[in-house]
Structures are given as C-alpha cells and as structure tokens.
C-alpha cells in the first residue's frame, strides 16, 4: 500500500498543487513514486477545475525547473479515510480541515506544513495570491524545504524495510 499525502490551502491554486508537484519531483528523485503519493485540494470551492495558477507555476519553473500539474477540487470528507497524511498551508487551512472531522478521530493525521522544515522558522505557508512574485518565490523555497523534511519524516516512519 503506497503512502498518501494531502497538501490543502484555501483554493486549491498557488500553494497546495506547488507542494504536490514539489513533493512528487523529490519522491521521484528519490525513487520512492511506487510508495508514495500525493494529491492536493482546497478547502474552498472558489477555484474548483481551475489549473495552478500562472505566477505559482512560473516561479516553479524558473527556481526548479517544474511544471505545475493538476487542477484544483474542495476538500471532502472522505479524504480522512483516504489519506494518511493531510498537510494544511496555514493555521486558517488547518482549522477548516479540523472542523470537518467533529469527533476528532482523524485530528493525528492534520500537520501545518512548515511543522517540517528545517531552513525557514515561519510557521504558516503565506498565501502569495493578492502579492508580488518575490512572494510566490518564497513560497516555492519554504515549501521545498518543508517537503524534503516530509520526505524525511515519512521515509524514517514508514519506508523501514
């Protein structure tokens, strides 16, 4: 059984399909694409069907040399059951996710996403969306950083043979 990861932001656009596409592009380096997987969603319905968004892809081709895939869908409750681990950008992101889980038996899997860096000490992904591009710059090095120590936590976890 592979490994499944959920990153969440509000609309599904700018930072959650960044750290899904971040995370496959270091999963994939690592050879691990047979064990883990990821996917992305908002917990808004502002953008649902929409591709990420032009400035975020931009900044991840320019300092990584990635295409952004994927389009954007709200957040269900049934991803609790489907996912092992879902990651929110920000505190707000976070609270949205607790609140669809009222019995809490899923509380354990929710992290904040910047919980796993190890370079950058902020504690919320900012949401680059009404900014500059020197914003959505920094989102793609402070997710970088978050998903290779992700990448860390789940191999030391979970991949133990």
Do not use: W
Request: overall charge negative; hydrophobic content about 35%.
């Amino acid at each position: 059984m592979p490994y499944k990861l959920l990153f969440v932001c509000l609309g599904n656009i700018c930072r959650s399909p960044s750290a899904e596409n971040i995370m496959n592009y270091l999963i994939d380096q690592a050879g691990l694409s047979e064990s883990i997987i990821c996917d992305s969603a908002g917990t808004s319905s502002y953008h649902i069907g929409s591709p990420p968004d032009r400035r975020m892809s931009a900044a991840a081709q320019a300092k990584l040399g990635i295409k952004l895939l994927g389009r954007a869908r709200q957040l269900q409750t049934s991803d609790f059951q489907e996912f092992d681990l879902i990651l929110a950008m920000d505190r707000e992101n976070y609270d949205n996710i607790i609140a669809l889980d009222p019995t809490g038996q899923y509380h354990k899997q929710v992290y904040l996403m910047c919980e796993f860096c190890s370079r950058h000490n902020l504690k919320e992904v900012p949401d680059p969306y009404y900014g500059g591009q020197e914003g959505f710059n920094q989102v793609i090095d402070l997710l970088v950083d978050a998903c290779e120590g992700l990448l860390q936590y789940i191999t030391s976890q979970n991949l133990k043979n």
